[in-house]
């Protein structure tokens, strides 16, 4: 008579060997998926400086929609993370190797590295084809001062000349004026190197929100 049940020690050994086999490529489908998820979608960033204090602190974590920006154009209010405006910055990233770049992104985007700090994130205050001035301690855009109510009462933006914002192109600012490197310092920043806009604030736990 024949059994219906089968030898347990070679079962046990083939199953150990086939999940063996399985981990690797669960593994690598994971980090695929979420560098997928991190080119595409949203990203994760930590808050490095004090330039948007008081909303966001040192060391909190943003989510960035990387999709906000395929449905409608900056608007004025937005939080956006764009690339390192300086010419170091520039130049450091097209020196580095292709592939290199690919895996450091992978290993970013699984958490294995910490994530580069080559991103700023800063406020939209001037939008293209807008002359954007400071005067009297506050922002004037096409001769009207902006209403900011993000900003600490009190606050005092530093003094600059007009200037007109080009096509595809964006004026951003710190919320703490007094300690930002912002267009006051580089300029209006190309659309094409925003990241996307800062969605909700995730960390610490305790103060998540929306943004």
Excluded at 113 to 122: L, N
Excluded at 123 to 132: M, N, Y
Excluded at 159 to 178: Q, S
Aim: aromatic share 6%.
């Amino acid at each position: 008579m024949t059994s219906d049940v089968s030898s347990g020690g070679g079962s046990g050994r083939s199953s150990w060997a086939h999940t063996a086999r399985e981990v690797p490529i669960l593994l690598v489908s994971a980090a695929v998926l979420a560098f997928l998820l991190k080119s595409l979608v949203a990203q994760a960033f930590y808050i490095p400086s004090g330039s948007m204090l008081p909303q966001l602190q040192i060391n909190d974590r943003v989510v960035v929609s990387k999709l906000a920006y395929q449905l409608h154009d900056p608007r004025r209010g937005d939080i956006v993370v764009f690339d390192c405006p300086k010419v170091s910055c520039v130049s450091q990233e097209h020196s580095t190797n292709r592939v290199r770049r690919v895996v450091r992104k992978l290993a970013e985007g699984v958490g294995v590295i910490q994530p580069s700090t080559e991103e700023f994130i800063k406020r939209v205050v001037g939008l293209p084809g807008e002359t954007v001035q400071g005067k009297d301690g506050v922002v004037y855009v096409d001769g009207r001062r902006v209403v900011e109510p993000y900003l600490p009462p009190n606050t005092i933006t530093s003094d600059f000349a007009p200037v007109k914002v080009p096509a595809r192109h964006l004026w951003v600012m710190g919320d703490n004026r007094t300690n930002s490197s912002d267009s006051r310092v580089f300029g209006p920043i190309p659309t094409s190197t925003v990241v996307g806009r800062t969605v909700v604030r995730v960390w610490p736990l305790g103060e998540a929100a929306f943004l």
